[in-house]
């Protein structure tokens, strides 16, 4: 459309002479934005997470959040409020909720517990463009330690050991 109007603009100014350092410009085409569905989906869960973090649950246990900082040096803590009934799969939640790994898509994950030792198990999504295995060591730290660090720094839980596994699968990075 606005080639067409610069066509029809250029038409009604051709019989005019243009100043010797005018020159016609083509319009740039428009280029779709990569991942823009990913963009927008990691904007509203980021938001979603976020908004739950403002909630107080009736029966709040009190939860530090370990994330990785900017510069992927260390970690940094946050105080929050979770349900104590499912305060750790809630916690997990919202930890996976705030990771921005660019093409990275999880379809779920579960949690499990023996004693004191916490198992998680992430879920990739088939079409997700990239894996598991193909994270840097920062967004590693930042997905896994983050995680770790949690759920083993919360004294309600008792928890010593946190394994990760891929469908099941020991994670092998």
């Known amino acids: 459309m606005w080639r067409l109007a610069l066509v029809g603009a250029w038409a009604l100014l051709s019989s005019c002479t243009p100043p010797p350092q005018a020159r016609?410009?083509?319009?740039?085409?428009?280029?779709?934005?990569?991942?823009?569905?990913?963009?927008?989906?990691?904007?509203?869960?980021l938001i979603q997470a976020r908004a739950r973090r403002l909630m107080v649950p009736a029966d709040p246990l009190t939860v530090t959040l370990y994330r990785l900082d900017n510069h992927c040096d260390r970690f940094q803590t946050e105080t929050i409020q979770v349900?104590?009934?499912?305060?750790?799969?809630?916690?997990?939640?919202l930890i996976l909720a705030e990771q921005a790994i660019v093409n990275l898509k999880l379809s779920g994950y579960r949690v499990g517990v023996e004693?004191?030792?916490v198992t998680i198990d992430l879920r990739v999504s088939r079409d997700s463009p990239r894996r598991l295995q193909s994270l840097s060591l920062c967004e590693q730290r930042a997905l896994l330690g983050?995680?770790?660090e949690t759920l083993i720094n919360q004294p309600d839980w008792g928890l010593t050991t946190v394994r990760f596994t891929q469908r099941g699968h020991p994670l092998i990075l």
């Open 24 to 45: 016609e410009v083509p319009p740039s085409p428009l280029v779709p934005m990569a991942n823009l569905d990913w963009s927008v989906q990691t904007g509203q869960r």
């Open 83 to 93: 349900p104590r009934q499912e305060g750790l799969t809630t916690t997990v939640e």
């Open 115 to 117: 004693g004191d030792a």
């Open 146 to 148: 983050s995680l770790k």
